[in-house]
């Protein structure tokens, strides 16, 4: 049975760096094709994808986002950790971690971790 | 920028048919763009649906469908049931990038 959770503030202030953790079990990072990618919703308005980190350490970030975003994974742990620096009122949003394999993208779900981003 | 296009909403009626299309400003969505379709309900994570274009998960009821249709990719519902109102979400594959579209909010009445 395949888990995810999203841990990590729920509050940041604006310029602050948001790190952001994804707790998994049930699959492992590094089983070849698996990847654990990230996606987040403001409120009321469309989900975006972030980033993705493969079993091989393979990353792949939003173009728009690519500047502030970093992902790292540790295997040893179940982990995959999201840095998203200089935070601003528009980051508001649920943050999702999924996993994913070469073939299906993004099978299952955390439940989403909410961070509000204000002074 | 490239932006993924889906109706903004689309309403049918119980036990009618409709469907969704997601289309990409970068051209026809061909089997390379490895469409896939997301099904959300209001305070729920996505649910995974139809990836790569047509195949379903186990979970994924026999009336939903995935295809390519004009240029677009398509999800179809057929027999549409009053727990399929919900928001719909395609992503769409570009070479390592991933982009979501808009999403398309269908109200069955």
């Known amino acids: 049975q395949i888990t995810l959770k999203e841990s990590g503030p729920t509050l940041v202030k604006p310029t602050q760096t948001l790190t952001l953790t994804c707790t998994f079990s049930?699959?492992?990072?590094?089983?070849?094709?698996?990847?654990v990618g990230w996606i987040r919703q403001p409120p009321g308005k469309a989900l975006e994808w972030l980033a993705l980190?493969?079993?091989?350490?393979?990353?792949r970030y939003s173009p728009s986002l690519k500047s502030r975003l970093t992902i790292t994974k540790d295997t040893s742990k179940n982990q995959v950790v999201l840095t998203m620096t200089n935070m601003d009122p528009v980051d508001t949003a649920t943050y999702y971690c999924?996993?994913?394999?070469?073939?299906?993208?993004?099978?299952?779900w955390g439940q989403g971790t909410l961070v509000t981003v204000s002074s | 920028q490239t932006v993924v296009t889906q109706e903004p909403s689309l309403t049918v009626s119980p036990g009618g048919t409709v469907t969704l299309t997601c289309a990409s400003s970068?051209?026809?969505?061909?089997?390379?763009?490895?469409p896939n379709w997301f099904q959300q309900k209001p305070g729920q994570a996505p649910r995974a649906l139809i990836y790569?274009?047509?195949n379903k998960h186990s979970w994924t009821p026999a009336r939903f469908s995935g295809s390519l249709l004009g240029g677009k990719a398509a999800l179809t519902l057929s027999g549409v049931q009053p727990e399929d109102e919900a928001e719909y979400y395609c992503?769409?594959?570009?070479?390592?990038?991933?982009?979501f579209g808009g999403g398309t909010k269908l109200t069955v009445l």
């Open positions: 999924a996993h994913r394999t070469t073939v299906v993208i993004y099978d299952y």
């Open positions: 049930g699959f492992s990072l590094s089983t070849s094709g698996v990847g």
């Open positions: 980190i493969y079993w091989d350490d393979d990353k």
């Open positions: 970068t051209g026809a969505v061909t089997s390379g763009y490895y």
């Open positions: 790569s274009t047509s």
């Open positions: 992503l769409l594959y570009y070479g390592g990038a991933q982009l």
